[in-house]
């Protein structure tokens, strides 16, 4: 008997295999972060508390209740809505108005991955230890080859083959304005690491935002990696990671998105920032000093600031921290912006867009992040009802 042919259907099914795993790390994240998602995540956590386990909820910091204040403004509220709703990906929005209270939010409890948002806790930690005494801007800080990490880092042609001493002032304001992944893990260590920033958000009672254990552990754990000193310059961590199964990649990168060790909730953000405004975070000398640094920000000019164009914009300012993550096959990660939108009659609104992932183009995120600033200054120019 000639051998049997198998069917054409299961001959060409491994075709399908690519589009699988392109799709996990997304179908994923978007699964957890769902209604049903929560749902399985809360009835694995009460029966672990149960069998007296006492596991915590992977979403439990994105559990945040919905502050209590004065309704947002209608017009407002539907536009930031829509704006969420309609986008193709995972998106997070909060306006926040520091003088007023009302918040309008789009999936604001959720935590997304932050990225380099995350630098501004360090920032907030550090300014803290400076009020108190602890820590001075002029302190001096020695750089090598050891201290590099993973990705930006402007910094490293300073250090070249040698050493760079600086302080403390310059390398902050090379991780606020440049977003210098080194200079931002020297002041981490400085201030006692994850546990140290930790500490600060408890003592302030900042809820909603976790801290990775620093850049490079974070970055390796996304690819399924380990960290190596080889990834601190070169293309060698491209070309290792690259090297991964997709299998592999496609199963961290899920990992990461269902339960990010840097998540953080766009409310907890804008919550932080209107506090930072108000001057009951840090010092006065100090609120005014970070803010400055952030108006400064070279990264991400079509982002949030993106939206400032135009006659209705003039005069207004938008302070503001980027934080952007790691690609897989067509799948973007932790694209994100925050900061406060200031308007030329000094009001102020904290804005968070935070995109987990999508798999639209730059140009589209950009746009829609743009679109949010454009309704905010829309709202108070136009004199929208509630603004």
Same mark, same amino acid.
């Given at each position: 008997?000639?051998?049997?042919?198998?069917?054409?259907?299961?001959?060409?099914?491994?075709?399908?295999?690519?589009l699988?795993?392109?799709?996990?790390? &997304?179908?994923?994240?978007?699964?957890?972060?769902?209604?049903?998602?929560?749902?399985?995540?809360?009835?694995?956590?009460?029966?672990?508390?149960?069998?007296?386990?006492?596991?915590?909820?992977?979403?439990?910091?994105?559990?945040?209740?919905?502050?209590?204040?004065?309704? =947002?403004?209608?017009?407002?509220?539907?536009?930031?809505?829509?704006?969420?709703s309609? &986008?193709?990906?995972?998106?997070?929005?909060? #306006?926040?108005? #520091?003088?007023?209270?009302?918040?309008?939010?789009?999936?604001?409890?959720? %935590?997304y991955?932050?990225?380099? #948002?995350?630098?501004?806790?360090?920032?907030?930690?550090?300014?803290?230890?400076?009020?108190?005494g602890?820590?001075?801007?002029?302190?001096?800080?020695?750089?090598?080859? =050891?201290?590099l990490?993973?990705?930006?880092?402007?910094?490293?042609?300073?250090?070249?083959?040698?050493?760079?001493?600086?302080?403390?002032?310059?390398?902050?304001?090379?991780?606020?304005?440049?977003?210098?992944?080194?200079?931002?893990?020297?002041?981490?260590?400085?201030?006692?690491?994850?546990?140290?920033?930790?500490?600060?958000?408890?003592?302030?009672?900042?809820?909603?935002?976790?801290?990775s254990?620093?850049?490079?552990?974070?970055?390796?754990?996304?690819?399924?990696?380990?960290?190596?000193?080889?990834?601190?310059?070169?293309?060698?961590?491209?070309?290792?990671?690259?090297?991964?199964?997709?299998?592999?990649?496609?199963r961290?990168?899920?990992?990461?998105?269902?339960?990010?060790?840097?998540?953080?909730?766009?409310?907890?953000?804008?919550?932080?920032?209107?506090?930072?405004?108000?001057?009951?975070?840090?010092?006065?000398?100090?609120?005014?000093? %970070?803010?400055?640094l952030?108006?400064?920000?070279?990264?991400?000019?079509?982002?949030?600031?993106?939206?400032?164009?135009?006659?209705?914009?003039?005069?207004?300012?938008?302070?503001?921290?980027?934080?952007?993550?790691?690609?897989?096959?067509?799948?973007?990660?932790?694209?994100?912006?925050?900061?406060?939108?200031?308007?030329?009659?000094g009001?102020?609104? =904290?804005?968070?867009?935070?995109?987990?992932?999508?798999?639209?183009?730059?140009?589209?995120?950009?746009?829609?992040?743009?679109?949010?600033?454009?309704?905010? #200054?829309?709202?108070?120019?136009?004199?929208?009802?509630?603004?």
């Open positions: 008997m000639p051998p049997r042919r198998r069917p054409k259907r299961r001959r060409y099914l491994w075709l399908f295999l690519p699988l795993l392109i799709a996990l790390p &997304f179908g994923l994240y978007s699964w957890l972060q769902s209604d049903s998602g929560q749902a399985a995540v809360r009835t694995v956590n009460t029966l672990a508390a149960a069998d007296g386990m006492g596991n915590r909820s992977l979403m439990e910091e994105g559990a945040e209740p919905v502050p209590q204040g004065p309704p =947002a403004p209608r017009r407002l509220a539907e536009v930031v809505a829509a704006l969420g309609d &986008f193709d990906g995972d998106v997070g929005i909060a #306006v926040r108005s #520091v003088e007023k209270g009302w918040v309008a939010a789009h999936k604001a409890e959720r %935590l991955p932050q990225q380099s #948002v995350s630098k501004l806790w360090v920032a907030m930690t550090l300014l803290d230890r400076v009020d108190a602890y820590i001075s801007l002029d302190d001096s800080v020695t750089l090598t080859q =050891a201290d990490t993973i990705f930006h880092q402007p910094i490293r042609k300073r250090i070249g083959s040698g050493s760079y001493t600086t302080d403390i002032g310059d390398l902050f304001s090379l991780a606020m304005t440049r977003s210098d992944n080194t200079a931002n893990d020297a002041l981490f260590r400085r201030v006692g690491g994850q546990s140290g920033v930790q500490a600060f958000l408890a003592e302030q009672d900042i809820a909603g935002v976790r801290i254990p620093g850049e490079k552990l974070l970055q390796v754990a996304i690819a399924g990696m380990e960290w190596d000193d080889r990834y601190s310059t070169g293309r060698t961590f491209w070309q290792e990671r690259d090297r991964l199964s997709k299998r592999k990649r496609a961290s990168l899920g990992a990461y998105l269902a339960d990010p060790m840097d998540g953080a909730t766009p409310m907890a953000i804008t919550d932080a920032l209107a506090r930072l405004q108000r001057g009951e975070l840090l010092s006065e000398p100090s609120s005014a000093y %970070l803010i400055d952030m108006t400064q920000s070279k990264t991400g000019p079509k982002r949030l600031r993106g939206g400032l164009a135009g006659e209705q914009a003039v005069g207004w300012t938008l302070p503001h921290k980027t934080g952007t993550g790691q690609d897989f096959e067509k799948l973007s990660t932790g694209y994100n912006d925050v900061g406060l939108l200031i308007s030329p009659t009001q102020h609104y =904290a804005l968070a867009v935070m995109i987990g992932a999508t798999n639209r183009p730059v140009a589209e995120r950009q746009e829609l992040m743009q679109a949010v600033t454009r309704a905010v #200054v829309q709202c108070e120019a136009e004199g929208w009802p509630g603004c």
